[in-house]
């Protein structure tokens, strides 16, 4: 099948006039979030890896828990968002290559210590998490990412015991545009690319 290219509105919900919110509020629904999923998850990744981990806090219980690890330039506004993603990475994704990349043994590429998985699992899961971002801004939500929390609280309470490591985290709702500030400005194509 052969795509075209978006029109300009789908581009506009996408990219050029999508902002990053730090006011967003509104209801999400668990399927609002399962869609999102469904888009994400096939988004591109080294041996189709697939080692993102993402965890919905959503409930009351749920976001005291997530509080003291938020930095307090992000406490008010993550508290008050419908819904908090934390976009984490499984340091063991190998162990579902058997079933997400069957035709040959990737599982054994993988094999060994955990922390040599760092980089493959660190770098596709930051990918999924961008193809997230994208997902939900192309089912009508829009996004607050960011970094400023403490990862390794994040990592005791909501993933203690296992091979997964948090990244970074995602404000989901309806966004305020009336509260963003004018978007800041981009590097040219001269300053940032190069054709070879």
Same mark, same amino acid.
């Given at each position: 099948?052969?795509?075209? !290219? =978006? #029109? @300009?509105?789908?581009?506009?919900?996408?990219?050029?006039?999508?902002? *990053?919110?730090?006011?967003?509020?509104?209801?999400?629904?668990?399927?609002?979030?399962?869609?999102?999923?469904?888009?994400?998850?096939?988004?591109?990744?080294?041996?189709?890896?697939?080692?993102?981990?993402?965890?919905?806090?959503?409930?009351?219980?749920?976001?005291?828990?997530?509080?003291? !690890? =938020? #930095? @307090?330039?992000?406490?008010?506004?993550?508290?008050?968002?419908?819904? *908090?993603?934390?976009?984490?990475?499984?340091?063991?994704?190998?162990?579902?290559?058997?079933?997400?990349?069957?035709?040959?043994?990737?599982?054994?590429?993988?094999?060994?210590?955990?922390?040599?998985?760092?980089?493959?699992?660190?770098?596709?899961?930051?990918?999924?998490?961008?193809?997230?971002?994208?997902? @939900?801004?192309?089912?009508?939500?829009?996004?607050?990412?960011?970094?400023?929390?403490?990862?390794?609280?994040?990592?005791?309470?909501?993933?203690?015991?296992?091979?997964?490591?948090?990244?970074?985290?995602?404000?989901?709702?309806?966004?305020?545009?009336?509260?963003?500030?004018?978007?800041?400005?981009?590097?040219?194509?001269?300053?940032?690319?190069?054709?070879?």
């Amino acid at each position: 099948m052969n795509f075209n !290219a =978006l #029109d @300009a509105s789908s581009l506009e919900q996408l990219f050029t006039t999508a902002r *990053t919110h730090n006011k967003l509020d509104g209801e999400i629904s668990d399927e609002q979030l399962k869609a999102i999923y469904a888009l994400t998850k096939f988004g591109p990744t080294a041996a189709n890896s697939c080692p993102a981990r993402f965890v919905f806090v959503k409930s009351a219980e749920a976001k005291k828990l997530l509080e003291p !690890a =938020l #930095d @307090a330039g992000n406490h008010d506004k993550t508290m008050a968002a419908p819904v *908090t993603v934390i976009v984490g990475y499984d340091m063991d994704f190998h162990e579902k290559l058997p079933e997400l990349f069957p035709h040959t043994d990737a599982k054994a590429w993988f094999e060994g210590e955990r922390e040599n998985r760092f980089v493959p699992a660190f770098r596709n899961g930051t990918l999924q998490g961008a193809y997230f971002i994208m997902a @939900a801004r192309a089912l009508g939500l829009d996004c607050g990412p960011m970094s400023g929390f403490n990862n390794a609280m994040v990592d005791e309470v909501f993933f203690k015991g296992t091979a997964i490591r948090s990244n970074f985290l995602i404000n989901l709702g309806k966004g305020d545009h009336a509260a963003i500030f004018p978007r800041s400005p981009r590097l040219a194509f001269e300053d940032a690319c190069r054709i070879a």
